[in-house]
């Protein structure tokens, strides 16, 4: 499954950064690489993720049942609920986002109605990439994907309507006692940098239609994107300093990266070289987080360090 992957699209970039994936029943590449637990101590390797995970994924999937309710069109509705509530989507980039939000004393509360807005783009890009004009994609997480269910038109208006709703779920549900108004437009601003003409859509467009750039580009402007996105609004919510955020994001986009070497199944020398290389690279940006003991709470370092082990290594699968 495609964790921090995202497809986007000319109408609405899409968001991947733990996204969904393509063939149903893919298995990832499993390649060797050298290093086993991601942490600075024992703790990391004693570190519960996929507890951690499922709790984080019950909370926002509850809350984005609440943000999504039934009402007219009907149509509409029930088509952008079908593609975000739907079943077996791992909420990577929300728990990314309450992770970084954590690790800087921030409440989780104040990073949930971010990180289910980067869900409701996340879904977005994806309903809009499985259309027939794109990638022609009639499934999604092994269920007919958005279009094939509710047809074309409604699939492109349930995308276009999520992209905005993501950004008034943000300005209307985020505490203003716990979030400055200042932070939340940092944030609404970071968002539409990333899925704009030159993040997301960016990344889309050259994978469509070519052009004179490396495999690394389309690789960091659709899969690194919204993993650093991710990371850097969480960071935002819970009060980091730029050069923490700067920090966050060369940590996201590696760790968006990785996960789709690694899941993109080519065992090639060069495959494997780029998957160490992004490993390492996340792990060296983390080591300003491990260094600094005083300052920054080593069991909310270790969250982001199993992100990195889990990209690279798949340790546990949730039930989903």
């Given at each position: 499954m495609l964790l921090f992957s995202a497809s986007a699209t000319p109408l609405v970039p899409s968001l991947c950064f733990l996204a969904a994936e393509k063939p149903v029943n893919r298995r990832p590449m499993m390649v060797r690489l050298s290093g086993g637990a991601i942490g600075s101590s024992s703790s990391s390797s004693n570190f519960d993720l996929k507890t951690y995970w499922g709790t984080l994924m019950t909370e926002i999937n509850q809350k984005l049942d609440e943000a999504i309710p039934v009402k007219y069109p009907t149509g509409i509705y029930e088509s952008m609920r079908y593609s975000v509530l739907a079943q077996g989507a791992k909420r990577a980039p929300p728990v990314m986002c309450v992770a970084a939000c954590e690790l800087f004393g921030g409440d989780r509360l104040a990073a949930f109605p971010t990180a289910c807005a980067l869900e409701m783009v996340h879904a977005a890009s994806l309903i809009h990439d499985d259309l027939p004009c794109m990638d022609d994609d009639p499934v999604r997480r092994g269920k007919p994907s958005n279009h094939t269910v509710y047809g074309s038109d409604i699939a492109?208006?349930?995308?276009?309507?999520?992209?905005?709703?993501?950004?008034?779920?943000?300005?209307?549900?985020?505490?203003?006692?716990?979030?400055?108004?200042?932070?939340?437009?940092?944030?609404?601003?970071?968002?539409?940098?990333?899925?704009?003409?030159?993040?997301?859509?960016?990344?889309?467009?050259?994978?469509?239609?070519?052009?004179?750039?490396?495999?690394?580009?389309?690789?960091?402007?659709?899969?690194?994107?919204?993993?650093?996105?991710?990371?850097?609004?969480?960071?935002?919510?819970?009060?980091?300093?730029?050069?923490?955020?700067?920090?966050?994001?060369?940590?996201?986009?590696?760790?968006?990266?990785?996960?789709?070497?690694?899941?993109?199944?080519?065992?090639?020398?060069?495959?494997?070289?780029?998957?160490?290389?992004?490993?390492?690279?996340?792990?060296?940006?983390?080591?300003?987080?491990?260094?600094?003991?005083?300052?920054?709470?080593?069991?909310?370092?270790?969250?982001?360090?199993?992100?990195?082990d889990y990209a690279a290594h798949r340790h546990f699968l949730l039930p989903l």
């Open positions: 492109i208006l349930a995308g276009d309507a999520l992209f905005p709703l993501a950004f008034q779920h943000i300005v209307s549900h985020t505490p203003p006692d716990l979030v400055p108004r200042a932070t939340i437009l940092r944030v609404i601003a970071e968002i539409a940098r990333t899925v704009g003409s030159t993040g997301m859509a960016a990344g889309q467009f050259v994978d469509l239609e070519g052009g004179p750039f490396p495999p690394s580009f389309v690789q960091e402007k659709k899969f690194g994107a919204m993993a650093e996105c991710s990371a850097v609004c969480g960071g935002l919510l819970g009060g980091a300093t730029d050069h923490e955020l700067e920090t966050l994001r060369r940590y996201g986009r590696a760790v968006g990266m990785l996960y789709q070497v690694v899941d993109d199944d080519k065992k090639t020398d060069g495959a494997i070289q780029m998957a160490q290389e992004l490993k390492n690279k996340a792990k060296k940006e983390l080591q300003l987080f491990d260094d600094d003991d005083d300052k920054y709470s080593e069991e909310l370092v270790v969250p982001l360090h199993t992100f990195v």
